[in-house]
């Protein structure tokens, strides 16, 4: 039976890649209605506020859905949002069985939806190719379970992992293929976060270049002391892309010089290592930011790996050795190779002669 | 017609594979012999000083070869070494066509071959899968144009590219499966190379160990003032594999405690880089040294690389950053990344989460 039903879902889940990136902060799910072997229907998560994947392949299928069976990606949500539950559509529609992937985690479903169906006399089976739909829905998952951004740290390195030849000069360690792969993950993330000192030393504008009809992220740098400076692209571009400085205290000329550019100011706590990451990564969930790229130097980078709150890692090489000690994550307190951060799972692809490795911890 | 060629020399060079590591300091070669558009013979380079290819395949064809056309994948030989030139025997069997990969620049045949085939008569056409080709025979070709052995460069990183923690430790950076693909390719090679300080920091064997029936490679150490361990495992199971240690000037007491252990020790010369890295090169190309792999620390491997003395470079990277200062590579004097050293040629293969990257500059 689990290979009809790993078939089945994952049409769902190819159903529900078609909805990527218009769902806002809700899930993307993808449903097939299956009724005497035969697909009837296919449905995926509409914009928000519009119908889940359910009530759309539900609509399609009308009433030959009687009976049927229901794939669908994630377990149906059985209380009010901004569209009815699923559940009661479902009941409603006489659909005889749901086979689905996995359960939500988000408190007001976490299984009342199949108990839901159950009550109703429908069948529910779930436990399928949880691996490929937890990573499908990632970001929407760590929202509901820990309650702040997905975090994905990118960086690019030479073969021996420098970010920069000895005199700073980093143009171009990859290639112009892996910088477009680049701007194509800028536009999937809801912000960009770097520091003041990375576009003090880069001139760095952190927004989206060369990806059609993209929207910007909110550009995002945490930068104590507001020292950077009102010259940089960055501030000077402030009215163009909308951004947000993270400080902890500083002089007043910083916080007036930066006031007059447009940009908006955050004063935040510290801690004995900087900045409070958790509580910036807190506001800016509250802001709705429900997926953040980190791109950053030694310093910041290394704090986001140690504290833990890095949930995805996405590193290009280049095709090339660099030598010297420009050696990305200096600052990591690691001491012996038992604390090292160890993956779970890694890929990898090709761009030319670049690569570009994705990992999870 | 070149599709009708590469499909046949495909298959030569597919039957000379079956020769890698037979042949001695041999090319190894594939030869197929078609008529008519068939297949009637296919023949490989034999052990040192058996048939060539061409003879190997022609034997086996025998009368049937008169008028048929032979694919080999190296230019046939024209000069008696400890075999008769190839191109008598093609003559003889009354080839009327040879279609052949790649030129073999040895300067005894360098076209000459092909010069003796066409004074019969015989058509020649050349130049198909010379990429693939010259890569199959890269100790060879490297050999006879440079006069020195084929030198790989091996090392294991963490993703952030760091050959150990903070305090030094680095077991294991990558897994089980990677090292045992190590050890393969040290049984590929004619010797490994290293210095002296590895052996004293990481107590190197730098055998071959888990892979039926290798053969063990000559273990050779530079170590300028003979500072090698005489307690090191290295040292102390010189009477078991061959080991060769290259210094410039030590003090007589180390000289004679090495002594006695029956490693041999041979004096060089050295200049401003240190040991001089060409003369040692050519001194174990005399010796019959064709390939060598180098698995060293920071310095000597920096040395190899800035002095561009190496051919092939073999990175395994782990599933895990590490952090810290541990880079490889520091003292590699490239202060611009314009002077970066740049490849042409990079493939990948994944080993479980390990990954194993080769390139040619």
Redesign the interface.
């Known amino acids: 039976m689990s290979t009809i039903n790993e078939k089945y879902l994952k049409l769902a889940v190819r159903e529900a890649e078609k909805s990527r990136g218009h769902t806002g902060s809700n899930p993307f799910v993808g449903a097939i209605v299956v009724k005497d072997g035969e697909i009837i229907a296919r449905g995926r998560t509409q914009a928000m506020g519009k119908d889940h994947a359910e009530v759309d392949a539900l609509k399609k299928a009308g009433a030959a859905a009687r009976g049927a069976t229901l794939y669908v990606s994630l377990e149906p949500c059985c209380h009010y949002g901004k569209t009815p539950p699923c559940t009661d559509a479902i009941i409603a529609a006489g659909i005889r069985k749901v086979v689905a992937g996995i359960q939500d985690p988000n408190p007001k479903v976490n299984g009342k939806g199949f108990q839901a169906l159950r009550e109703h006399g429908i069948t529910v089976e779930c436990g399928f190719l949880q691996k490929e739909i937890s990573r499908q829905n990632e970001i929407y998952l760590t929202n509901i379970t820990q309650q702040r951004p997905f975090v994905i740290w990118k960086t690019a390195?030479?073969?021996?992992?420098?970010y920069?030849?000895?005199?700073g000069?980093?143009?171009?360690?990859t290639s112009d293929a892996s910088r477009r792969e680049v701007h194509k993950i800028r536009a999937q993330v809801d912000a960009i976060l770097s520091s003041g000192r990375t576009v003090n030393l880069d001139n760095a504008m952190l927004n989206v270049r060369g990806v059609s009809k993209a929207r910007q992220p909110l550009r995002v740098l945490l930068d104590s002391r507001l020292r950077v400076s009102p010259l940089s692209d960055f501030v000077r571009s402030a009215k163009e892309y909308p951004s947000l400085i993270f400080y902890h205290a500083a002089p007043l000329k910083n916080i007036l010089s930066l006031d007059i550019t447009g940009i908006e100011m955050q004063q935040v706590p510290s801690n004995d290592q900087g900045l409070d990451l958790q509580y910036i990564l807190n506001s800016l969930y509250v802001r709705g930011v429900r997926s953040i790229l980190i791109e950053a130097g030694d310093t910041l980078s290394?704090s986001f790996?140690a504290q833990k709150l890095i949930d995805k890692?996405i590193?290009f090489y280049g095709?090339?050795?660099?030598?010297?000690?420009k050696?990305?994550?200096?600052?990591?307190?690691?001491?012996?190779?038992?604390?090292?951060?160890?993956?779970?799972?890694?890929s990898?692809k090709?761009i030319g002669?670049n690569?570009m490795?994705t990992?999870y911890p």
């Open positions: 390195l030479s073969l021996d992992g420098k920069a030849a000895q005199d000069s980093s143009q171009w360690i290394s790996i890692y590193i095709d090339l050795l660099l030598g010297g000690d050696a990305i994550l200096k600052s990591l307190p690691i001491s012996n190779i038992s604390q090292a951060i160890r993956f779970s799972e890694i990898y090709k002669n690569l490795l990992a």
